[in-house]
């Protein structure tokens, strides 16, 4: 069975920085593509960043780019999304998501059940 | 960036009605790479469709997709209570955007 388990979440200050990973079981995590997409309180989903299966490939949604770093250690099985200059509108819940593939073109078959990230002063 | 344009913002039916959800994208989607996510209240997204008609697997054959270029359509033949929730669509062809999302509540 697969698993996503995402931890790292929390509250932050405006400026600040946090590291979110995902703990990936139960498939080839070296195969697939994987991805965090987001979610502000009582909206509709936003997609963050993914990563093709080497890690070789990025990529970010404009308000992403920049700040935010996603990167994968496959000998670990787990993602990550460090996360710089937060701003109060990257407050969310943001998911781990497995790619159906290991490259383009890929949706979002599994997904873990979300961390809370809080920016506020 | 491909906008993605679901309607109607919310579906008010009943148990046993069929349910029309509309994703239409301000291009072409490449390769029809769109699909369809289910989430309930307090869960994660559930993929329903890939690949605009593809059903994923363990989803059961009421839901439907289809369309192709700008237009979409996820079909539920048969309101199931299970299948009140909010509903999204995704193209992944070019980049990755998620429409806004269509509610289908209980009438």
């Known amino acids: 069975e697969v698993q996503l388990v995402e931890s790292g979440g929390g509250l932050v200050q405006p400026g600040g920085s946090l590291r979110l990973s995902c703990a990936a079981s139960?498939?080839?995590?070296?195969?697939?593509?994987m991805g965090w997409v987001r979610q502000a309180p009582g909206k509709g989903l936003e997609w963050v960043s993914a990563?093709?299966?080497?890690?070789?490939?990025?990529y970010y949604t404009d308000s992403a780019r920049g700040r935010f770093t996603i990167s994968r250690d496959n000998s670990k099985n787990t993602l990550y999304l460090q996360m710089n200059s937060l701003r109060v509108e990257d407050t969310a819940i943001y998911y781990c998501?497995?790619?159906?593939?290991?490259?383009?073109?890929?949706?979002?078959?599994?997904w873990g059940q979300g961390t809370l990230v809080t920016v506020s002063s | 960036e491909i906008v993605l344009t679901q309607s109607p913002g919310t579906l008010s039916l009943s148990p046993g009605e069929r349910a029309t959800l509309s994703c239409r994208a301000s291009?072409?989607?490449?390769?029809?790479?769109l699909a369809w996510y289910q989430q309930k209240p307090g869960q994660a997204p559930r993929l329903l469709i890939y690949g605009a008609s593809s059903r994923a697997a363990g989803i059961p054959d009421r839901f439907s997709g289809s369309g192709s270029g700008t237009d979409f359509t996820l079909t539920i033949s048969r309101l199931e209570p299970e299948d009140f929730a909010v509903y999204y669509c995704q193209q992944y062809g070019t980049s990755r955007t998620f429409g806004q999302g269509t509610k289908v509540e209980i009438k």
């Open positions: 998501a497995k790619g159906s593939r290991g490259v383009w073109p890929y949706c979002f078959d599994c």
């Open positions: 139960g498939f080839t995590f070296a195969s697939y593509a």
């Open positions: 990563i093709i299966d080497s890690g070789g490939n990025t």
């Open positions: 291009q072409s989607v490449t390769n029809n790479n």
